[in-house]
């Protein structure tokens, strides 16, 4: 079955620490790939997506991923989170052609702590 | 560019009453729209994807008759939660893809927080 496996689900950090979120799929074919955030009381904003093309993938707000094929992993990285980035994290996957059903992670709570 | 919009973005009604949610596109058409329902500290459920002029397509377990889906235009698509119950309570979003803008990536609406009392 399709899946999309977060197993974060809730990171506490402190200011300054470096931020690594796991996201692994289970989806035969080619597949785009999102990193979405939703902070306390707001919608979804698209942080990063991948495509195709450069594996490693660069976002707003300092954030990038890895897409490692062989690995069916798409980590999200922040080299030093603030305090600002204290929000949920989602995940999603797509088929790269066909009805653009979004599959999405659990989602991983993370607190930066001041 | 891509912006959607949902109306309203919060609502309590009674139990028994029906409540309709708008999903428009703002500045694209809209092949597609999505309706999502997110329950506190959870991910986003799929209910149901709507093409313009044809029938949505419900997840399995999403009652079709008590959440029904019109995508009349190729901005509006509606949700309307028929005889609403408080478990129906939730935060709804919509989301659409759109041709001339990405085909692969949906863009998401602000959501809408229901409460059934």
Known sequence: AQSVSQHNHHVILSEAASLELGCNYSYGGTVNLFWYVQYPGQHLQLLLKYFSGDPLVKGIKGFEAEFIKSKFSFNLRKPSVQWSDTAEYFCAVNKASGTYKYIFGTGTRLKVLA | ?117
């Open chain 2, 1 to 117: 560019g891509a912006v959607v919009s949902q109306h309203p973005s919060w609502v309590i009604c009674k139990s028994g009453t029906s409540v309709k949610i708008e999903c428009r596109s703002l500045d694209f058409q809209a092949t597609t729209m999505f309706w999502y329902r997110q329950f506190p500290k959870q991910s986003l459920m799929l209910m149901a994807t709507s093409n313009e002029g044809s029938k949505a397509t419900y997840e399995q377990g999403v009652e079709k008759d008590k959440f029904l889906i019109n995508h009349a235009s190729l901005t509006l698509s509606t949700l309307t939660v028929t005889s609403a119950h408080p478990e129906d309570s939730s935060f709804y979003i919509c989301s659409a893809v759109g041709g001339g803008i990405s085909y692969n990536e949906q863009f998401f609406g602000p959501g809408t927080r229901l409460t059934v009392l």
